[in-house]
């Protein structure tokens, strides 16, 4: 949410500093912060003899998001260069809204499709997946 209200605040100032760049100072702390945890729990919520093959497919798979990303932005706010799309001034807050939309999607499958796996081993979640599959 912070990163799209920072879109449409790219030109306002706040006691002298750029409100943009403060209010993604604050999204990206929250958002590094998750990357932290993403890693290590989408290791654990894979059955063991699915694990490396599952992490590598996940990781294959993130990187259609490596394209879809920069192919979007680039739809979205009229740029022709779909590898690096430059966005005019005016578009900053669409841009940042298409950007800060998969930021929400992102949170909102994990919070809604993820396991808890706070305080359990290793081998305790591989017994609860095999037991739910």
Known sequence: MLTI??????DAMVMGVSAFWLLLAVAF?????????????????WPSHLRTSGMGSAYGF????????????ALIVGSGNYLKPDVPLPEIPLAFVYLGCWFLMTGTVYYFFGIETRGKSIEQIDRELTVTA
Request: hydrophobic share 50%; no cysteine.
């Open 5 to 10: 209200i920072a879109g449409y605040n790219y």
């Open 29 to 45: 702390f929250f958002a590094d912060g998750g990357f932290a945890i993403v890693g290590p729990y989408a290791a654990e919520v």
């Open 62 to 73: 993130g990187g259609i998001g490596k394209i879809i990303g920069p192919v979007g932005l």
